[in-house]
């Protein structure tokens, strides 16, 4: 929450996405993919942030737990700071190779085997 407050003024973000993302999965379930297409199904796309500021470590078991283990995840690398951010020590500069990796980790050892890493 101090995360979500400090850099969307959202303090109750992880609440919500939380809630968001059942329902979405409640609806669609595990994305299908017929003759390389997506038909129907949840796709969670997770951009990393610097310093593990994007709850990865939060993240990945809730999708885990709450989804499904078969739940496409994309965890995006493109993170660039931009605007304001360029003057917060905290997000003003792209992740590392390392940051990435760690993200990659994450999601493999709760057990997310589908998606784009």
Not at 25 to 53: F, N
Request: no cysteine; glycine share 6%; charged share 25%.
């Amino acid at each position: 929450p101090q995360v979500a407050e400090r850099f969307a003024h959202a303090p109750d973000y992880p609440q919500v996405i939380a809630e968001a993302l059942k329902e979405m999965y409640r609806q669609v379930g595990d994305l299908i993919i017929e003759k390389g297409l997506a038909k129907k199904g949840l796709l969670v796309r997770h951009l990393v942030l610097p310093q593990g500021l994007a709850g990865t470590d939060q993240i990945m078991p809730f999708i885990a737990k709450h989804l499904s283990k078969d739940t496409y995840v994309n965890i995006m690398a493109q993170y660039r700071p931009l605007y304001q951010a360029r003057d917060d020590p905290l997000i003003n500069r792209p992740i590392t190779r390392r940051e990435y990796e760690e993200a990659q980790e994450i999601a493999r050892k709760e057990g997310l085997h589908r998606g784009f890493y």
